[in-house]
C-alpha cells in the first residue's frame, strides 16, 4: 500500500507541470509499396516525435498489410520475419515472441503502451490476450526507449498499436477495415472489422475478431489437439479540446480464445476484459510542454480443461498498470526529454491442481524514469534514458514459508548515432539494465501440466544485470536500404530455467531416466554471454511506370553460452538467412521469401538437437478496382516446401511439429 501512496504522490505532483509528448498513432496501412523510414510513425520507440532514423538502435514495424498476408494466430507468427524475432510455439494460441534468445521475463508485452496483463510470462502454454487480427501496427524496440518499460523489458518491447482509445481527431466522420480469410492447413475461417469515426470534437473507435481453426496438417500427418477458437470485440472513444491539441479517452476491450495444447490432451479456456484510459493535456510551448497519463485495469482468467469439459485448474490474473509522463522542451543542451513515473500492481492466484505449481503472489512495482535527446554537434545525435524502480514480490515458495522480498533495480542507457553522409548513419548503444526476479523464478513449487516441468524457484535470486553493446549500421542509397546490427550482452546473475535431466511425478518422487511425468527444472543463476548480429537489405532492381521490382534478403544469429564451463543456455533460436524478390505496381503485389532455418545442436542439459529446414512463403495482392484501392484480395502461401519443421525455442519441440503446407486467401475492404 505504501508503494502505492507514493506512486499517486509522484503521479499529482508531476501533473500539474509537464507531460511526455504523446506520438501520433501509426495510420491503419494502405496497398503495399516502398516506404520510406521516414514516412513510419514510430510509437513504442521515444515519447518525442520525429524520423525513427534517428534512433541509434533499429526500430522494427510490422503493418497491417504484413499482418493479414502473414495470417497466424498470435502475435509471434506476425513476427516471424523480423530479425532477431522467433516463437516459442508452443500451441496455436500461445507462442510468445522471443527477442534476441530472450522471452518471458525479459519480453515485454504492450497494446496500446500499457501492459497486456496475462500470465504468458509464468510458462509457454500460456497465450497472449491480443490477436493480431485487431492490431493495425506491431513495433518491436529494443535500447534505450525500452527503460520507459520496467526491469521486464531487458530484452525488448512488442507493442500491437490498435488505436481503440483514439489519439488523433479523424478527418473523415466515418472509416473502417474489413478482412475475412480463409486458410488451407487447419481449415480455418476468421474475419476482423474496425471502425472509426467522429461525432463533433469526440472521436470513436470499435473493432472486432473471430478465428476458428482445426488441428492443423504437418508433412507427417495431423497434429493433435492443435486447435484455435478466439474472438474477442472492443469500443473506445475521445474527446479533444484545446484546438485538437489535448484529449481524454476511454477503452473497453474482451477477449476469449480456446486452444488446443497439442503435446498433451489438455486445452485452455482463456478470458480478458481490460479497460484502458489514456489522456493528453498541451501547455503549448516552454518548458512543460504535455502531460500524458495511461492507466489499465485488466481482469484475466483461464482454465485449464480435460477433453471432457472438466477443469484442472484456473489461473487469476488481476493487474493495474499505470504510467505518467512529461515532455520538457529545450534546457541546455538536451534538445528535449521526457520524465516519468509508473505504478504497477499484479495480483496472481491458482485455483485446483496447478495451484500447488504456484501459490498466490503479489508484485508491486513504482518507478522514475527519464529519456532524453540531445544533437552533440551537426552530425551527431544522442538519446539517453534512465530507469529506478522498486519492486516488491510476495508468495510460498518451497519451503512453505511466506517470504517478502524487495528490489530495486537501477538501469542507464545511451546511444549515439552519427551521419556519415546523407546516406550512411553508424549508430552505437552502451546500456547497463537490471531486473529482478519474477514470481515464477522465485516461488515456482510443483508440477506444472502445460509445459509438462516440475519446476522449484529459489527465494534467494539476486537482481539480474545485463551490460550491453550494439553497433548499427544503415544505409539509405536510391535504389538500397539497409539495416544492420552488431550486439553483444554479458549478464551477471543470469536467471535460466535448468532441466536436470531427471524426471518426476507429481508428488516429488524424481529419477534419473524419462520414466516418468514432468522434467525436473530448477531456477537458478549464472554468468552468460549472449551475442549476435540482424541484417536487412531491399534493393529496387526494376522502377518502371507499369511497377518496380525489389530483391530483398535478411538473416539472424544468436548465440548464448553460460560463463565457468556451465555450457549452453537453454532454448536458443538457431541462425536464419533467406531472401527473395517482389514486384510493387498498382493493380498487383507479388513476392516470395525462400529462408534457411539452422541446425540447433549446441544444446543444454535436457535439451534434443533440432534439424535445419528450407522454408517458402508467397503472396499475391490484387487491387481490382486499381483506381480507387479500397478492395485487396491476397493470395498467400506458406511454407510451400512443406519441409519438417520443429522449433528449437519450444520446450515440447519434440512432441510438436510445426504447420506444414498452408494456402490461404484473404478479402480486405477499406472504406
Known sequence: MRHAVFAASLLVSVAPAALAQQAQPAQPAGPPGKTSSSDVVIITASPLEGDPDRFATIVENVTRDDILAKGGDNLADALKDVPGVAGTNFAAGASRPVIRGMDANRVKMLEDGVSSSDVSDLGPDHGVPIDPLSA???????????????????????????????????????????????????????????????????????DGFGRRSSDYDTPDGTQP???????????????????????????????????????????????????????????????????????SYA?????????????????????????????????????????????????????GE?????????????????????????????????RVEHIGIE???????????????????????????????LGLTLSSAGRAPAQTELFARG??????TFETGDPDLKIERSTSLEGTLRVRLDRVQFDGSVWGSHFSNYIYGRLTGRTCDETDTCVSDDSLDFKELFYDQAGANFYGAEA?????????????????????????????????VP????????????????????????????????????????????????????????SRKDLTLILAAHNLTDSRQRDAVAINKDDVEQAGRDISLTVQKTF
Open 136 to 206: 493495425q501496427s506491431i513495433e518491436v524496440v529494443r535500447g534505450a526507449a525500452t527503460l520507459r518499460y520496467g526491469s521486464q523489458a531487458i530484452g525488448g518491447v512488442v507493442n500491437a498499436i490498435n488505436n481503440r482509445v483514439p489519439l488523433t481527431l479523424p478527418t473523415k466522420d466515418f472509416a473502417g477495415d474489413g478482412s475475412v480469410n480463409y486458410s488451407s492447413v487447419a481449415d480455418t475461417g476468421q474475419g476482423s472489422l474496425m471502425l472509426d469515426g467522429k461525432l463533433g470534437q469526440f472521436a470513436w473507435h470499435a
Open 225 to 295: 489437439n492443435s486447435f484455435f477458437k478466439g474472438d474477442g470485440y472492443s469500443a473506445g472513444g475521445s474527446y479533444f479540446f484545446n484546438d485538437d491539441k489535448s484529449h481524454t479517452g476511454l477503452a473497453v476491450i474482451h477477449y476469449d480464445a480456446k486452444y488446443g495444447i497439442p503435446s498433451d490432451t489438455t486445452y485452455i479456456d482463456m478470458r480478458q476484459t481490460k479497460a484502458i484510459s489514456k489522456s493528453v493535456f498541451d501547455f503549448g510551448e516552454g518548458l512543460f510542454q504535455k502531460l500524458n497519463l495511461d492507466v
Open 299 to 351: 481482469d484475466y482468467n483461464h482454465d485449464e480443461k480435460n477433453p471432457d469439459g472438466s477443469i484442472n485448474s484456473t489461473f487469476l490474473n488481476n493487474e493495474w498498470d499505470s504510467r505518467a509522463e512529461a515532455l520538457l522542451g529545450p534546457i541546455g543542451f538536451l534538445s528535449s526529454s521526457a520524465v516519468g513515473v509508473q505504478y504497477g500492481n499484479r495480483k496472481f492466484s491458482a485455483i
Open 354 to 386: 496447478d495451484s500447488s505449481y504456484l501459490f498466490p503472489t503479489l508484485t508491486e512495482t513504482v518507478a522514475g524514469f527519464v529519456f532524453t535527446e540531445a544533437p552533440l554537434g551537426p552530425k551527431v545525435n544522442m538519446q539517453a534514458a534512465a
Open 395 to 425: 508468495g510460498t515458495p518451497i519451503s512453505d514459508i511466506f517470504t517478502k522480498r524487495d528490489f530495486t533495480p537501477v538501469s542507464g542507457s545511451i546511444g549515439m548515432l552519427y551521419d556519415a553522409s546523407d546516406a550512411i548513419k
Open 447 to 452: 508440477p506444472h501440466d502445460g509445459p509438462g
Open 536 to 568: 536487412k537489405v531491399t534493393a529496387d532492381l526494376l522502377d518502371t511506370d507499369a511497377g518496380s521490382l525489389q530483391a530483398k534478403g535478411l538473416a539472424d544469429m544468436v548465440r548464448a553460452k553460460l560463463t565457468d564451463g556451465g555450457g549452453e
Open 571 to 626: 532454448r536458443i533460436q538457431p541462425w536464419r538467412v533467406g531472401g527473395g524478390l517482389g514486384w510493387t505496381s498498382d493493380p498487383v503485389d507479388l513476392s516470395f521469401l525462400l529462408l534457411y532455418v539452422g541446425k540447433r545442436d549446441k544444446l543444454a542439459v535436457g535439451e534434443t538437437p533440432t534439424k535445419g529446414y528450407l522454408s517458402l512463403d508467397a503472396h499475391v495482392d490484387w487491387r481490382p478496382l486499381a
